[in-house]
């Protein structure tokens, strides 16, 4: 699109040198960490208060620009691409913790805070935020996609520890959802309706977020089994045997052969699961005894416990570089990252069907997940420059979405929709998609809040 | 309002002796079972089937004819009363548990379902759903006024334990929220919009709730404190040293009398709390002690340990009818319910306020709560034929919501806004009220959902 000349002058005069339309800049605000790619913004913009946000959204508004939220653009569905053109609004600067308060278990920060950053404030606290996707995103990224991760089988999502936001809509006004107190229900749930929102319906511009207490006792392990379906039958019996994971991940072999390329371990080639427990020192040790029951009854096998904080750390670096190690097993690939999520019950026969239909395909698609919530990635490598291998790719992950509603999960358990899962959406949801709509074009009646995402435009 | 006779007539036709413009039918559905009270409906239907809702509300959306959905009738801020006529939707016959899968921890429910069926129902799986609000209420009731109670602590409120919903739009159209994950990232959150509406956005009409293990083992206490400074502080202390309370409930003095006088107690004229650990047998002990020690600190004693199902089962019988026993206290009196919800770092000031204020206004008005969550009621007992207490009443309440409001806190915890707290919500939540406003009018065009009830008519 063509931003008017007196629009970007009027945001150049407000914002000074945070106001930018060079061309490296935008370039770098056209990027994704997987394979999505789109023409940069016109604009990107770097606001450093609430009243900027709202700044910047009401002329836009009143001129029709698009406007995109940016965090570090860890997302994994083109979420923070501008499709549309319009002006990127990266909220790196607006990085502060606002307030911590330990006696009510919670802390205030601006959207671009990272996890890391926060919990590293947090430390002295004896308190932590647990929502753990992998990359280092920022807690606005994390609202706007309701991120999970490893943790989320224990802790939940970003959906059960955002407690309040700050929130600008389309036209500019700010508004306050949620509070301070643990419940409320006094109105409508307009935290959860932002919580997930892909930044649709307003940029969130504070979040007041929900805190744990750090465990007495964390106690993790690694360990193989001989197959895919003894492993993931082994999470299943666990998660209905009630033993309160704070962790268990599972990586096929194809994952342990990229660990063992990428992370310099030496694990045997077969998928494994990884685990973690907190607690009390009693409750870890009974718990992780419970567990390695459960394991033991499907093979699993060569239990490798790490017991320092050091150790731990190392286990969890190698799973959280997982995607990084998965690409480099074929180099110079990128990667169709696809993500589903179904009920425990189903979770075997949804991991068996993806990896045989990756097979079929003759695709390399290592698999690994979240599966205490019954949630799994695939990342389906690919030569940017075969356009028949991207085609396959999305005809798995199509698939892999196709067999998730039918069995009563869903399309994504936390990469959310953005570009990727936007086809897929109406098989999901049906008529709830045109309430999806009629609450978008309530709040965003002239469609400049990312548009081209999450929604399809036909219904 | 009159209601067209050919409307009438269709209705009649379809629903058959399961529709009534009977005077003695309308009048059961024109009580509450707190103060608020409101001209009886016109009519009152008794669906089956999401068909016959669907059937029911596009015929009433075509007419403007209100509509508003009864359980049993036991919301406490006037929420199914039909303020403005129309026909009440009784869902009494929508009670079938349609399908339980203890292998995902779900099972799927009509609204007219009770939570005592439900879980009379899950016995012998293993599982159990947690939320308890007291009251035998209907989960379709529940998850429309998103309710918590003596156990959310632990388990979380209805927003935490409803995974998907079938609902009825304004205008007939059905829809399905959510899904059988455990979670999802696909698309706005619509059945976190939608619990806690308080029927002023859809009917519902199934849900999908998330089923908890019943635990290995329960301990259940109650133990006197010479304050209710001291008790309130007690429970601050066991929230922030993380000791996993099942239930923490806090009764003052007179809640304690009238327990003594209506369920034939004998505790001291004290302020005590009530408590419950869940967990194996070890980490109950562990709990218990921990929670022991705390309590010690704070000058707790007399405890006396529910250790048979039996005893527990008279411990929280009695806690479930206080609201009754409160009554008794004070004979031909009605009551202003009311509650409120803030930060535990608030709870002790908030408490101590809401005393001295009913104390002030010279009322009768026993404070109990689920103060774990900073969650707490007073129930204001009042003569029904002097308006002056009941304006005294309305007063205390007001100031306990605006004592909330300024310390972060909610006008509700869990009682809701209904009628009662109407008045507040734009207090509470500024321009997000309009907001909220936009999202009905979105989804509720001819606002003949509830209308009257939740958000102000003027924002």
Known sequence: MTIPEFVLDELADRLGARFSTASGVRAQHAGSESFHRAPPPDAVAWPETTAEVSFILSLCNAHDIPVIGWGVGT????QALAVRGGITLNMSRMDRVIETRPEDMLAVVQPG??????????????LFFPVDPGANATLGGMAATRASGTTAVRYGTMRDNVLALEAVLADGRIIRTGTRAAKSSAGLDLTALLVGSEGTLAIITELTLRLHGQPEDVAAAICAFDSLEDAVECVTATIQSGVPMARIEFVDEDTAR???SHAGTDLPARPHLLVEFHGSAESVREDAAR??????????RGFDWASTPEERARLWKMRHGAYPACLSLRPGATAVVTDICVPM??????????RDDIAAEGLLGPILGHVGDGNFHATLLIDPDRPEELAAAKRVAGRMASRAIAVGGTISGEHGVGLGKRAYMAA?????????????QALDPRNILNPGKMLPDEL
Not at 75 to 78: A, F, H, I, K, V
Not at 345 to 354: F, G, I, K, P
């Open 75 to 78: 997302s994994l569905e083109g």
């Open 113 to 126: 805070v990272t996890r890391e950053a926060l919990n590293a404030d947090l430390r002295a606290t004896g």
């Open 258 to 260: 990229a660990f063992n």
């Open 291 to 300: 567990f390695g029951d459960i394991a033991g009854d499907f093979g699993g």
């Open 345 to 354: 019950s189903e979770l075997a026969a949804a991991v068996t069907a993806a």
């Open 428 to 440: 999901q949801h049906g008529e709830a998609c045109q309430a999806m709509a009629a609450v978008k």
